[in-house]
Nanobody, 115 residues
Framework: QVQLVESGGGLVQAGGSLRLSCAVS????????MGWYRQAPGKQRELVAA???????DYVDSVKGRFTISRDNASNTVDLQMSSLKAEDTAAYYC?????????WGQGTQVTVSS
């Protein structure tokens, strides 16, 4: 069975850094993209960063220059390095893996940035 487990979330002061990691157990065939989404209370889930199988990346405008996504295709892991964190980055962050047939999701990890 496939499981996605996020780690690295927590409480951090504004301006600080966190590194989120998503570990995939089991094998997901034909992965096309891996990414991170976030959802704050009362708001819709939004794509934060994604990386395709070819290595191209995409970021929401609000995190460009501050967040960096990386992946290891061999181990099916995806990390999100977050720097210069702001209060508005506070949200539950979810790991996502997309393949030819659909999406897999983690349970989420909370990131809280204090101002």
């Amino acid at each position: 069975q496939v499981q996605l487990v996020e780690s690295g979330g927590g409480l951090v002061q504004a301006g600080g850094s966190l590194r989120l990691s998503c570990a995939v157990s089991g094998r997901i065939l034909r992965i096309t993209a891996m990414g991170w989404y976030r959802q704050a209370p009362g708001k819709q889930r939004e794509l934060v960063a994604a990386i395709t199988s070819s290595g191209s990346t995409d970021y929401v405008d609000s995190v460009k220059g501050r967040f960096t996504i990386s992946r290891d295709n061999a181990s099916n892991t995806v990390d999100l390095q977050m720097s210069s964190l702001k209060a508005e980055d506070t949200a539950a962050y979810y790991c996502n893996v997309r393949n030819t047939w659909g999406d897999y999701w983690g349970q989420g990890t909370q990131v809280t940035v204090s101002s």
